[in-house]
């Protein structure tokens, strides 16, 4: 194992595996799925480089199964190693390369738990932008005969029935079962949104993790799948520390030093992990606003409340984030319980 790394480039039809030994490569061979599983159950125990992808998780998880050491890297590390034009060979041969750089970070893999919890965030997700989308266009669409939806009286829905129902209006019959249908679809992603909901909270409940992480402010179900899917647990994270955990994802100014000289700036703009960071930026400024509104009880509550008095409740919040990833970290590799210590009285 300590002299032979393999790396392994997946595709959807074939995988190209390239063998790394003593300072030489001995094979670099393309395999169809069921060989590369054969292969790896067949194979004596050794470190299996995968390159991050759509099936990387599944992969890793075979060849731990069959008792090799895996691990993933970067896309973009491998793709700035490769030296020659990209193929499969070459970005095969370039994932063992990029694995023996000093200090490389490997990426953190999913466990199959994860990736379900991950699916159903996603699938909601989807039905969350499709309902927008739709509802944004039924109501431009009604705009356009100056028919304008009150959120009141039952919303869109009831607004496109109420006019489709209308026998006094110049509509055709066609154009009435077009927006009926239009309608009926909007309904159904409401439904899906609130079976997804449902499912999420359930998995939640039986799960130990994810239900210790819904004590922390501004945390609440999808923030808590996320903060795990994120952080993982100790046996799987890649963080070291909990301040390395909110930098990945984006919640401490960035820094720019040069000649001894040290410039910290925003959290920036752009980063991997938008979705995370504005949930929970999301979530924490809901917190703030409630905080803000009542009498201190935790010495937490106070420290919101002097950071939203000085700085603003938006810069509180992204605070109060940057604290809930940091504690978050804490309980999933400690396995502790988040209790606020209150103010002495």
């Not at 995968?50 to 050491?69: D, L, P, R, T, V």
């Not at 607004?159 to 509509?171: F, V």
């Not at 960035?254 to 920036?268: F, N």
Request: proline content about 1%.
């Amino acid at each position: 194992m300590k002299n032979t790394t393999v790396g392994v480039d997946l595709a959807k039809e074939v995988i190209q595996v390239c063998i790394y030994t003593n300072n030489k490569v001995q094979s670099n061979t393309e395999m169809t799925h069921h060989e590369f599983l054969t292969w790896l159950f067949k194979s004596k125990p050794t470190f299996i480089v995968f390159e991050s992808c759509g099936m990387s998780n599944y992969w890793k998880q075979k060849a731990i199964a069959a008792g090799h050491k895996a691990e993933l890297i970067s896309a973009k590390l491998v793709s700035t190693v490769r030296q020659n034009q990209k193929t499969d060979k070459n970005d095969a041969l370039a994932i063992v390369q990029a694995s023996l750089l000093p200090d490389v970070n490997f990426i953190q893999g999913k466990t199959i738990e994860q990736q379900q919890l991950q699916s159903m965030v996603r699938l909601r997700d989807l039905a969350v932008k499709q309902k927008v989308a739709l509802s944004n266009q039924l109501k431009s669409l009604l705009l356009e005969f100056n028919i304008r939806i009150s959120a009141k009286n039952g919303g869109l829905v009831a607004g496109i029935k109420s006019y489709i129902e209308d026998a006094e209006n110049e509509l055709s019959f066609e154009f009435r079962e077009a927006f009926n249908m239009a309608s009926t679809q909007y309904e159904q992603l409401l439904k899906s949104i609130a079976r997804y909901d449902s499912c999420l909270e359930k998995t939640v409940n039986n799960h130990k993790e994810c239900k210790r992480l819904l004590q922390l402010e501004g945390v609440g179900v999808i923030n808590a799948v996320n903060l795990y899917i994120a952080l993982g647990c100790s046996e799987v994270g890649t963080f070291n520390k909990g301040k390395d955990a909110s930098a990945c994802i984006g919640l401490t100014p960035l820094q720019h030093s040069s000649g001894g000289k040290t410039k910290i700036g925003s959290i920036g703009k752009y980063v991997k992990n938008s979705t995370l960071r504005s949930q929970l930026i999301i979530g924490s400024l809901a917190a703030v606003s409630h905080v803000t509104r009542k009498t201190a009880v935790t010495k937490k509550e106070a420290w919101i409340q002097a950071l939203a008095e000085r700085r603003g409740k938006k810069c509180a919040a992204v605070a109060l984030a940057n604290k809930t990833v940091r504690t978050a970290f804490a309980m999933l590799t400690q396995g502790t319980e988040y209790k606020a210590e209150m103010i002495a009285a």
